[in-house]
């Protein structure tokens, strides 16, 4: 089975602070994505990298950065958290095979 | 611009019966359709999927149909139970393939006992 796991289920922090989230794969996929869940707003995506190295911005970048320094792991960072990052980040991986995303189980942040 | 759209923000229907959710989509160049399904506090995950080249696929009491000249796929769910109770998701994706997919807003699906 596919296992993307994030380091932390729930996260409060301060306005200004900045923010690691990490994301680790243990199937040798190609693709990782960072994902924001919103009420109403459904899935947006933040960051995706198809290589280590690589990133491509997805719709919603301002106010983050991502980092694929090993295939395995792909990290989101917000450099000054703000109250509107308050939110439930999804990572997620594939395969150049496969359509199908596999998300971890997520990670709650609040900016006070 | 949303792409993908889940224009019924919920659903309530009595366990037993059939459960009707709907997508739509503005893209002509999406050829792939999937559901993922999403429990309170945990991550995605994958239901079942459709490739444009189809207009029906099923999985057990899940079956997905795609009308693309309507731009619109709906997935069945029969019986429903309670445990199907869960926020749905339609994504979708085109080739040219980065893996990206297009999420629409969901839709939180009630099973009633």
């Known amino acids: 089975d596919v296992k993307v796991t994030q380091s932390s289920r729930y996260l409060v922090k301060r306005t200004g602070e900045k923010v690691f989230l990490e994301c680790v794969q243990d199937?040798?996929?190609?693709?990782m994505f960072w994902y924001r869940q919103d009420p109403g707003l459904g899935l947006r995506l933040i960051y995706f990298?198809?290589?280590?190295?690589?990133?491509e911005k997805g719709d919603i970048p301002e106010g983050y950065s991502v980092s694929r320094e090993k295939k395995e792991r792909f990290s989101l960072i917000l450099e000054s958290a703000s109250t509107n990052q308050t939110s439930m980040y999804l990572c997620?991986?594939?395969?150049?095979?496969?359509?199908?995303?596999?998300f971890g189980e997520g990670s709650r942040l609040t900016v006070l | 611009d949303q792409q993908v759209k889940q224009n019924s923000p919920s659903l309530s229907v009595q366990e037993g019966r059939i459960s009707i959710l709907n997508c739509d989509y503005t893209?002509?160049?999406?050829?792939?359709f999937l559901w993922y399904k999403k429990y309170p506090a945990e991550g995605p995950t994958f239901l079942i999927s459709i490739s444009s080249i189809k207009d029906k696929n099923e999985d057990g009491r899940f079956t997905v149909f795609l009308n693309k000249s309507a731009k619109h796929l709906s997935l069945h769910i029969v019986p429903s139970q309670p445990g199907d109770s869960a926020v749905y998701f339609c994504?979708?994706?085109?080739?040219?393939?980065?893996?990206?997919?297009?999420f629409g807003q969901g839709t939180t699906l009630q099973v009633k006992p």
């Open positions: 199937m040798d996929h190609e693709n």
């Open positions: 893209n002509s160049m999406f050829d792939y």
């Open positions: 994504a979708a994706s085109s080739s040219g393939y980065t893996g990206k997919l297009i």
């Open positions: 990298s198809y290589d280590v190295k690589m990133k």
């Open positions: 997620a991986s594939s395969t150049n095979r496969q359509r199908e995303l596999f």
